[in-house]
Structures are given as C-alpha cells and as structure tokens.
C-alpha cells in the first residue's frame, strides 16, 4: 500500500532550521516527481519546492527561494527538504507528494502532514 511518511517537524525560534524528511514505499519512488506543500491555519495549500525524478530540475516558491532546499536520494525511497532561517511566517502543517503523469493517467499520493511552528 503506498505511504508517504513526513518526519522532522516541531518547534523553532526564527532564524532556525529543520529538516524535515518523506519516506516513501508502496509504489516507485523513482518515477514519481516530488514535492513539499504547506498550509498556514485559513490559507490555502501552497507549492514550496519541487523536484523531479532524476533531480534535474529543482523549483522553489519565491518566499523560499535561498532558505530552503529540496533533494532526495532514489536509492533510500525518501525526499528531503531543508528549511533555513525560517521565519514564522513559515508556520504550516508541511505535506509531501508524490506525482507522476503515466500513459493518461495521473497519480498523485499525499503523506498525512508535519507541523513547523516558527516562534520565540
């Protein structure tokens, strides 16, 4: 069964880092491009970066842009993404997804989310 799993959320003072990982399994992890969303309490779910299947092309929300950066190793199933100087408006349960466009079909998988709480 597909899971994606989100780890590394929690609790930091602005000007901190996280990392926060997605351990992927039940599917091809290496076909599947990925990605890292948020969602602040009363906005809507934001793209923050993304990253394709071979890491050949990487792309960040502006807001982000030079704090953060997204990886993943193919081998290991799992996709990072390293958040620096964070600032509290980068409070938001984090989401992972996997996504792929295959012969028509689209495949899109969610893991169940990772609170980042920025704050003094």
């Known amino acids: 069964q597909v899971q994606l799993v989100e780890s590394g959320g929690g609790l930091v003072q602005p000007g901190g880092s996280l990392r926060l990982s997605c351990a992927a399994s039940?599917?091809?992890?290496?076909?599947?491009?990925m990605s890292w969303y948020r969602q602040a309490p009363g906005k809507e779910r934001e793209l923050v970066a993304a990253?394709?299947?071979?890491?050949?092309?990487?792309n960040y929300a502006d807001s982000v842009k030079g704090r953060f950066t997204i990886s993943r190793d193919n081998s290991k199933n799992t996709a990072w993404l390293q958040m620096n100087s964070l600032k509290p408006e980068d409070t938001a349960v984090y989401y992972c997804?996997?996504?792929?466009?295959?012969?028509?079909?689209?495949?899109?998988?969610w893991g169940q989310g990772t609170q980042v709480s920025v704050s003094s």
């Open positions: 997804n996997a996504h792929r466009v295959f012969l028509g079909n689209e495949y899109d998988y």
């Open positions: 039940g599917f091809t992890f290496s076909s599947y491009g």
């Open positions: 990253i394709t299947k071979t890491s050949a092309v990487i």
